[in-house]
């Protein structure tokens, strides 16, 4: 066993997941500690689960942060390296046609409320940050700070859908929906798109014909718990590495991605 790996959390509810990350950190199936557990929901019941393992934690009232500044917005106080020219050319959070207006409230919001997570986790240095069902994308803003390494994105996020499809906040919703015969779960880094980033793993179920959305959420919810531990594993034994791919289509265009390739266990 080698040095364990600083991990700091994200939740918004109640924290199932990041009940099975504490219970294979504590297990020693990840070599790795959880230094804290940030939420943006001062009810989340994911905190009580931090502190029965002695885990720091902290909150950063998004929902606050919105009201006030639509309430009052020249008196919300912008981070000093705040550009917002410079984020919105980088999001890719919005369908085109979104007005600008809007892109830019939702910019500063999360650029105010992101400052502030940033501030509170200082005290806990950390090598990977789990977003474990924290219900809020990230901008650029905050995703730089963390990625300081390009080369070696440490945001991982854990979605319940096989990505590419359906994205967004109702996976397996969208999934039974569709009248898919196939669900499953993902996990990824993040990037600046929304749940558009290098999947690490994924892990599918069968849909049967007398499934309901409870159902299908209840066998996405075991693999969860297995797939998420798993993958921060690999990353605790430096085995995930990005690699930047072109692939060339029968049309002739490239198609360029960053995938996570994950490397042989070294003996």
């Known amino acids: 066993m080698g ?3 600083r991990i700091g959390a994200l939740i918004s509810g109640g924290g199932t997941n990041l009940q099975a990350i504490i219970d294979s950190c504590e297990s020693e ?14 009810e989340a019941k994911g905190l009580a689960r931090a502190a029965k393992h002695n885990i720091p934690t902290f909150v950063v009232d998004y929902s606050s942060i919105i009201r006030e500044y ?20 980088r999001i890719s959070l919005f369908p085109p046609e979104t007005d ?15 400052a502030e997570l940033i501030k509170k986790m200082k005290p806990y240095p950390f090598d990977l940050l789990v977003l474990a069902g924290f219900m809020r994308n990230l901008t650029p803003y905050f995703i730089d700070r963390i ?24 996976g397996y919703g969208d999934t039974f929906r569709y009248g898919s015969k196939i669900g499953g779960c993902t996990v990824h880094f ?14 599918s179920f069968q849909i049967d014909p007398d499934d309901t959305i409870d159902s299908i959420k209840k066998k996405g919810l075991a693999l969860e718990w297995e797939l998420y531990p798993e993958c921060i594993r690999l990353f ?15 049309d002739g265009k490239e198609v360029k991605r960053t995938v996570v390739k994950i490397l042989k266990c070294e003996q």
Request: net charge positive.
């Open 3 to 5: 040095e364990k790996i």
């Open 29 to 42: 199936k990840i070599d790795g500690k959880i230094v804290f557990v940030g939420t943006d929901n001062p």
């Open 70 to 89: 639509r309430k009052n917005p020249g008196e919300m106080r912008l981070p000093g390296d705040f550009e917002m020219k410079d984020l919105l050319s």
């Open 100 to 114: 600008s207006e809007k892109k830019e409230k939702f910019i500063a919001t999360r650029a105010i409320a992101e």
């Open 147 to 170: 990625n300081t390494d390009p080369g070696n994105p440490r945001i991982m996020n854990i979605h319940p859908a096989l990505l590419p499809a359906f994205p967004g906040t109702d």
């Open 190 to 203: 993040i990037d600046y798109g929304e749940d558009s980033g290098p999947i690490i793993g994924q892990r």
């Open 236 to 250: 605790a034994q430096k085995r995930l590495k990005t690699v930047k791919m072109t692939y060339k289509r029968d």
